[in-house]
């Protein structure tokens, strides 16, 4: 019986599939890290609201004000930034998530024929097997009966 034709394409299949698994993998780390990344700049501005009011209690300056308010603006802004990274990150992830789902569908379809490859083969193996000893055999009992017929 010949090769399974499709060897070399489920190889193939095989490699890109891992290929990007490592990819969704990579984009899911850069994800979380993008998050982790917004969680402490949420704690950072928490930290410094608690501290503000503080100050606020035993009275500040207009210029203290001032400056508290352009950190505060300038925190909105890298938290902004932050969720735009989150959700590139995360539309990323998930794009890379679905092209790799798609070459798994792939390359369970390749494997499925290679293992039908496979059943046919040994189907065909069985057959020859059975008919090489249906011949021998016949072979055998013709020679018996030749030698009890002189």
Request: proline residues 1%; aromatic residues 2%.
């Amino acid at each position: 019986m010949r090769p399974f034709a499709l060897a070399r394409v489920l190889q193939l299949a095989e490699r890109r599939s891992e290929t990007l698994a490592r990819g969704v993998k990579r984009a899911h780390g850069v994800w979380l890290r993008a998050r982790g990344r917004q969680v402490r700049l949420s704690t950072l501005r928490d930290a410094h609201i608690a501290q503000l009011a503080g100050e606020l209690r035993a009275g500040v300056t207009a210029a203290q004000l001032q400056e508290t308010n352009r950190l505060q603006r300038a925190q909105a802004a890298e938290m902004q930034a932050a969720q735009a990274a989150i959700d590139a990150a995360h539309r990323d992830w998930q794009a890379r998530l679905a092209e790799w789902l798609q070459a798994e569908q792939r390359l369970k379809a390749l494997r499925l024929l290679e293992q039908r490859h496979l059943a046919q083969a040994a189907i065909q193996q069985r057959r020859n097997e059975q008919r090489d000893h249906d011949e021998l055999v016949d072979l055998t009992h013709r020679r018996d009966a030749g030698l009890r017929g002189r």
